[in-house]
């Protein structure tokens, strides 16, 4: 179960790089403590023999190889934060903050040493994040919401997305343009940064009750919500 020397040297000189490559490969050592009980991975695992770290080897130098390697090991990361049609999921990250995870949704996670980075790929999710040295940040739609010792909701449709705050504030970026949304409020943002507005956090939010409420809303989305 030991890499080559080749593959070592190949490695290491990858590791050496970038520092984005180190943040991979120590994202991908977490994935590793936790990862092997996860059924995306335990249908990839051979039968009869368990996952090895000679496995976790083989992704990173996957990754080392280029784009396709990054999009092997970002499946692994994603399958651990998706849900299917009329599924929701409850997730706990490795930091104690908290994601609930709407239906039709996907979204993947990178904690460093330094911050927290969560990027919402589909759907939409709700956050509740731990008191931590590290910031905290939800990307989706180009644009970023950095939590301020909050609970918020991020909702990504059609390459738009809104944030809705439920506790503290947060700060949201697109661009060179930022706006603080404090609790009770919301922002939507696609090509540009909408403007600060009342938000009901009672109906963009049913569905964490298993409710979901619509008014005047297009078929099209009510189907993407389901």
């Not at 695992?45 to 784009?67: F, N, S």
């Amino acid at each position: 179960n030991k890499m080559s020397s080749s593959d070592r040297s190949a490695f290491e000189s990858w590791l050496a790089k970038d520092e984005r490559h180190r943040d991979t490969f120590a994202n991908l050592k977490r994935l590793w403590q936790g990862s092997s009980e996860l059924p995306a991975v335990k249908a990839r695992a051979p039968k009869g023999r368990r996952l090895t770290r000679r496995d976790l080897g083989k992704a990173v130098i996957a990754v080392a190889a280029g784009a396709a390697g990054w999009n092997y090991a970002s499946e692994y990361l994603s399958d651990a934060y998706r849900t299917g049609t009329g599924e929701r999921k409850l997730f706990n990250t490795p930091d104690g903050s908290k994601i609930d995870l709407a239906a039709r949704s996907r979204l993947s996670v990178n904690f460093t040493d330094t911050d927290r980075r969560v990027t919402l790929h589909q759907g939409e999710a709700f956050f509740s994040v731990a008191k931590d040295g590290r910031p905290f940040s939800v990307e989706a739609a180009g644009g970023v919401t950095t939590a301020l010792g909050t609970s918020f909701g991020v909702r990504l449709r059609d390459q738009k997305a809104r944030v809705i705050v439920v506790e503290h504030a947060t700060r949201v970026s697109l661009g060179s343009s930022t706006v603080s949304v404090d609790s009770g409020y919301e922002v939507e943002y696609g090509a540009t940064l909408g403007s600060v507005q009342q938000g009901d956090a009672g109906e963009e939010l049913s569905w964490r009750e298993g409710r979901l409420v619509f008014n005047g809303t297009p078929l099209s989305e009510v189907v993407k919500a389901l």
